[in-house]
């Protein structure tokens, strides 16, 4: 039996912070108390004092390139990251080659997790023009949702017949997540900057190219479309102060119909990085203005916004160094997320206590997720410590994505993550990732 003590942490759960003791006995969390003794002689002891005992985070969007995309990223790579920055649970998306638009693709995906990965895993249905059949097909209880790309993406997986968009919407009772970006505003804003500066566009000009009003236009239509048909909608990036809008914070997450998210990025970057990050950071959504970024912690703090994810895209270093035009969007985040939050907490932005509701809780409870995202007896021992007085520095050698860089390179975090347990097993200890893939499959209460 592996059985393990985690004493003397200030145990971050529901909204409250309490110094305790929690007994890991295989998978499970089976006691939570001021002070435990230990009971077996080969119970493994840690103490945490001093540290924060999270449940581990839950991303509730990625892209971990495999299959067909694997020199950018495969799942033994981005979740040994994963992992490594306190985050025990992602959901990924299906723009991997080929698109995940079919059951026996997506089924793929998950055979290929089962044996590799070091978080647990789901794996996102992939909606098209012309795939409704295949989207109905899916199982509510052991996938995550339906994804939808309302702007550019790879292959086939525009989704821009409205007729197509109405009917998903209409007849699929599990949750659509969206990607929202106009692609005619964008088509238009990118001829006009074309005509300006040619093939050398300036990195400076993403966020106008792909612009608040593209966001705005397709979030507000997928809301709008969610409302009259009553499907259950989850808005991914969202990054503008416009979009605030149309989200509300009047009634409980669990009645809400339609959740948004905000990613890492949009939280700590804003326009004016582009003169040093330059491609980067970029992302789309773009990475906007700054009065973009208050408008987003607003409505982070004010329960507009219910989860904070990163959107991990990681690409080479060499595809990122092309001109603007040629450089593809995205960068590698889950290593460092959880921390990038608590630099936040230690700047006066957001307590910790908001971090755990955000990364652990609500993903946990919008996507209906079983036993995880709380520290709870009878959950599933996935948890995080952070000590967040261990300074440490992101260089080259300690970034584990297999892209081998970061936005964060050179960055003095002032918290690091020390232990993260995935299913009651020690996987991660003071950047070494124990060498053994322990994540399962998302299971999902509906």
Same mark, same amino acid.
């Not at 909204?15 to 499970?28: H, R, S």
């Not at 491609?279 to 408008?295: G, Q, S, V, Y």
């Not at 916004?305 to 985040?333: F, R």
């Given at each position: @039996?592996?059985?393990?003590?985690?004493?003397?942490?200030?145990?971050?759960?529901?909204?409250?912070?309490?110094?305790?003791?929690?007994?890991?006995?295989?998978?499970?969390?089976?006691?939570?108390?001021?002070?435990i003794s230990p009971k077996k002689?080969?119970?493994? %002891?840690?103490?945490?004092?001093?540290?924060?005992?999270?449940?581990?985070?839950?991303?509730?969007? #990625?892209?971990?390139?495999?299959?067909?995309?694997?020199?950018?990223?495969?799942?033994?790579?981005?979740?040994?990251?994963?992992?490594?920055?306190?985050?025990?649970?992602?959901?990924?998306?299906?723009?991997?080659?080929?698109?995940?638009?079919?059951?026996?693709?997506?089924?793929?995906?998950?055979?290929?997790?089962?044996?590799?990965?070091?978080?647990?895993?789901?794996?996102?249905?992939?909606?098209?023009?012309?795939?409704?059949?295949?989207?109905?097909?899916?199982?509510?209880?052991?996938? /995550?949702?339906?994804?939808?790309?309302?702007?550019?993406?790879?292959?086939?997986?525009?989704?821009?017949?409205?007729?197509?968009?109405?009917?998903?919407?209409?007849?699929?009772? @599990?949750?659509?997540?969206?990607?929202?970006?106009?692609?005619?505003?964008?088509?238009?804003?990118?001829?006009?900057?074309?005509?300006?500066?040619?093939?050398?566009?300036?990195?400076?000009?993403?966020?106008?190219?792909?612009?608040?009003?593209?966001?705005?236009?397709?979030?507000?239509?997928?809301?709008?479309?969610?409302?009259?048909?009553?499907?259950?909608?989850?808005?991914?990036?969202?990054?503008?102060?416009?979009?605030?809008?149309?989200?509300?914070?009047?009634?409980?997450?669990?009645?809400?119909?339609? &959740?948004?998210?905000?990613?890492?990025?949009?939280?700590?970057?804003?326009?004016?990085?582009?003169?040093?990050?330059?491609?980067? %950071?970029?992302?789309?959504?773009?990475?906007?203005?700054?009065?973009?970024?208050?408008?987003?912690?607003?409505?982070?703090?004010?329960?507009? %916004?219910?989860?904070?994810?990163?959107?991990?895209?990681?690409?080479?270093?060499?595809?990122?160094?092309?001109?603007?035009?040629?450089?593809?969007?995205?960068?590698?985040?889950?290593?460092?997320?959880?921390?990038?939050?608590?630099? /936040?907490?230690?700047?006066?932005?957001?307590? #910790?206590?908001?971090?755990?509701?955000? @990364?652990?809780?609500?993903?946990?409870?919008?996507?209906?997720?079983?036993?995880?995202g709380f520290i709870k007896e009878?959950?599933?021992?996935?948890?995080?410590?952070?000590?967040?007085?261990?300074?440490?520095?992101?260089?080259?050698?300690?970034?584990?994505?297999?892209?081998?860089?970061?936005?964060?390179?050179?960055?003095?975090?002032?918290?690091?993550? &020390?232990?993260?347990?995935?299913?009651?097993?020690?996987?991660?200890?003071?950047?070494?990732?124990?060498?053994?893939?322990?994540?399962?499959?998302?299971?999902?209460?509906?």
């Amino acid at each position: @039996m592996n059985t393990v003590l985690i004493k003397n942490a200030k145990i971050v759960n529901e909204g409250i912070i309490f110094e305790g003791d929690v007994l890991i006995e295989n998978e499970f969390i089976v006691e939570i108390a001021e002070s435990i003794s230990p009971k077996k002689s080969n119970c493994k %002891i840690i103490d945490a004092e001093g540290s924060y005992l999270i449940p581990g985070a839950i991303d509730d969007q #990625v892209h971990f390139r495999e299959p067909g995309l694997t020199h950018k990223g495969d799942i033994v790579s981005e979740s040994r990251a994963a992992v490594a920055g306190g985050i025990t649970s992602f959901i990924e998306q299906p723009n991997t080659i080929p698109n995940a638009v079919t059951q026996e693709i997506l089924e793929e995906k998950y055979q290929i997790a089962a044996k590799t990965s070091y978080a647990n895993y789901s794996f996102m249905m992939g909606g098209t023009n012309d795939n409704l059949g295949e989207i109905l097909k899916t199982n509510p209880k052991n996938v /995550a949702g339906i994804k939808l790309f309302l702007g550019s993406s790879t292959g086939n997986m525009l989704v821009d017949n409205q007729e197509a968009l109405e009917k998903i919407f209409s007849s699929t009772k @599990m949750l659509i997540a969206v990607h929202c970006e106009d692609e005619a505003t964008i088509k238009s804003n990118l001829e006009r900057y074309k005509l300006q500066f040619g093939e050398d566009i300036p990195i400076e000009f993403h966020h106008l190219i792909r612009s608040a009003e593209a966001c705005y236009i397709s979030s507000s239509k997928a809301i709008a479309l969610a409302k009259k048909t009553g499907a259950r909608l989850h808005v991914f990036h969202l990054s503008t102060a416009k979009e605030m809008e149309l989200f509300t914070n009047k009634i409980p997450l669990e009645e809400k119909q339609i &959740t948004a998210e905000v990613c890492v990025h949009h939280l700590w970057f804003s326009d004016e990085d582009y003169k040093t990050k330059g491609n980067f %950071i970029k992302w789309n959504p773009a990475i906007k203005t700054a009065e973009d970024r208050t408008a987003l912690w607003e409505a982070l703090l004010d329960d507009r %916004i219910d989860v904070i994810a990163t959107d991990h895209a990681p690409h080479t270093l060499e595809e990122k160094q092309q001109n603007y035009l040629k450089a593809p969007s995205g960068g590698p985040l889950v290593q460092h997320a959880v921390v990038a939050m608590f630099e /936040a907490n230690h700047q006066g932005k957001i307590s #910790v206590e908001k971090i755990v509701e955000k @990364m652990c809780h609500n993903p946990a409870k919008i996507f209906k997720i079983e036993k995880r995202g709380f520290i709870k007896e009878g959950f599933y021992a996935d948890l995080t410590i952070v000590n967040p007085s261990l300074p440490w520095n992101v260089k080259k050698e300690n970034i584990l994505a297999k892209c081998g860089w970061s936005p964060f390179e050179g960055y003095n975090f002032k918290s690091r993550i &020390t232990h993260t347990f995935v299913n009651g097993e020690l996987v991660y200890q003071n950047f070494k990732v124990k060498d053994i893939p322990f994540g399962k499959r998302l299971l999902f209460d509906r």
